[in-house]
């Protein structure tokens, strides 16, 4: 590990101008690439004291053994020179997008003599008209079937092509009247070129022109009663409509541009990019990228900008550019776009409107992205060996944890504060194993209170598991556990299947979502009850540091460390599963009814009224003798049902505000049944956002 002080330049020497600088590590590799406007400044922020870099620039800057620079006139030249430098070293620290598969294009070779139509990957060439990406290739092949009928360009490879010359035969397709046949002379190589021109324009988005000279020419037929020539064009044109409707329109203005949308989180980044042409989307792609330095949004979009348009020139960059933020400073990127056009273009944000909307489909597609990219990362077994090593190593444990469990703790302002418990199992989810837990030993917010009486409830049931007592000495519903099926656990002791066994099984390491505080408690809980053979830690949302008990300072594991992705896997998954059930705990105490004020009635019980009287409505006015008819309702709890409706005050009638009429509709079930997934109905919006 190098000392920055060791190649810090002297005072003096960095230039005050714009320029793109290089950082290179012992073996002259380059490892590192940036651009600044002033490099003095920028290069400044590097050689500080380590404790104030964020953890990826410290990484970085103690890998580098030399640091150089280039200076130039511009802010945009910078750009580019830094475009070029990228491509050409691959330096480690930058960002660098992957495509997530190899898109195929609908590629015209019109640097041919003789331009043909064909699916085309890899590396664009010189001279040929490219049309996409494309999700999949037959896509581009229907594409083409149906726009041959009406621009019978050349598709056959060259090898076919020479034997149809030598023999003077065309192959099917010119038989059939899908290809012009150049190569036996049936038209000449100009007026197949003007033909390959209509099929580029067609596809370009200026369609509007031949379907109104094709309805022109079919008219003209029909009046000359050359019907079968009518019925042609007919045909022609449906043709034609039937592939523009492949490419539904999004954009009415027939707008040509570029949507890039973002999705990301403190390790990864997905990209996705509509290419919209003639106010259709034409293409699409995806990236995916390791956030391997610190980075903005406005960063990930400048890099993506660079990598998607670094090799265009002319109409391959749009006049517009959409994305989510804007590159600082925005002035460099969009000049730099302009000179790739050769005219002007517009990078911005959008507002309103259908731009907006078609941006929030493309933001969805990204977070899809990301989320397809995360499942098949976690799903590869050599990679979950290699993170369970890791986290092994890290935490300096005897043997890979096998089991992990994860707690958080998630309230709103205070309120339903509740818990979760998640299991790793193998580097993957094991949701049967899954726990809730409602914080009922003290009111309030105190996450590390919570989370102490949390780990002390799960492992005070294992220790009871362990000595197979095979009981429990507080009741079930005072202590709230609840399964991931929803359920109430009687006894600690039984599984959905009524197995003996949901705290059988001890983890290797317990994973609590926060620091030092959140980690001192688990730790406290396990002392107390003398339990010392499992390993406790704590992983921190904002740095993505994992805190040890006694530690005062916390292991930084490697930025591309397979450990910290599952780490930070697990822990999410804890707050996914935790923020679940305290919205649906909140929703359900909204919902509350007459019906949760009778003791020892659960929602099986609840929903078996409700389905056998219809609504809660007639079950209000129902006697004793009517409740007891329902299965598993006896004359005492019927008593108790109708004392407690008796008690609650009937609802307010709907009122037709119009007419001052009565609406007599069924009420709404109120039961409060079982909670499940998320319900924001009801909540406040100035407190939507605000819960842990």
Known sequence: MADPSSYRPKPGEIPDSPGVYRFRDEHRRVIYVGKAKSL???????????????????????????????????????????????????????????????YPYLAVTMNEEIPRVQVMRGHKKKGVRYFGPYGHAWAIRDTVDLLLRVFPVRTCSAGVFKNAARTGRPCLLGYIGKCSAPCVGRISAEDHRELAEEFCDFMAGRTGTYLRRLERQMTEAAEEMEYERAARLRDDIGALKKAMEKNAVVLADATDADLIAVAEDELEAALQIFHVRGG??????????????????????????????????????PKEVLVPALPEPVEPVQEWLTGRRGSHVSLRIPQRGDKKALMETVQRNAQQALALHKTKRASDLTTRSRALEEIADALDLDSAPLRIECYDISHLQGEDV??????FEDGLQRKSEYRRFQIKGFEGQDDVRSMHEVITRRFKRYLADKEKTGEWVDEAGENGEIGENGLKDENGLKDEDGRPKKFAYPPQLVVVDGGQPQVAAAQRALDELGIDDIAVCGLAKRLEEVWLPHDDDPVVLPRTSEGLYLLQRVRDEAHRFAITYQRAKRAKRFRAGPLDDVPGLGDTR????????????????????????????????????????????????????????????EEPDTTGGSSGEPVTAGVPDERRGQER
């Open 40 to 102: 003095r400044q920028r290069l400044a922020n590097y050689f500080q004291d380590l404790a104030n870099l964020h953890p990826r620039t410290r990484t970085m800057v103690t890998t580098a053994a030399s640091v150089e620079w280039t200076v130039v006139s511009t802010e945009v030249e910078a750009l580019q020179l830094e475009y070029s430098w990228i491509k050409e070293f691959d330096p480690r620290f930058n960002v660098k997008y992957r495509d997530d598969k190899s």
């Open 280 to 317: 259709r989307v034409r293409g699409q792609r995806g990236w995916v990228t390791d956030k391997v330095e610190e980075v903005t949004t406005g960063a990930l979009v400048e890099h993506a900008l660079q990598q998607l348009y670094g090799e265009e020139k002319g109409d391959a960059v």
């Open 418 to 423: 509740v818990a979760s418990m998640v299991v």
């Open 606 to 665: 609840k929903q078996a009224l409700i389905k056998h009287f219809g609504s809660v409505k007639k079950l209000r006015s129902a006697t004793i003798d009517q409740i007891q008819e329902v299965p598993g309702i006896g004359r005492k709890t019927a008593e108790t049902i109708a004392a407690a409706f008796a008690r609650a005050a009937p609802a307010a009638p709907a009122v037709n505000t119009a007419t001052g009429e009565i609406i007599e509709d």
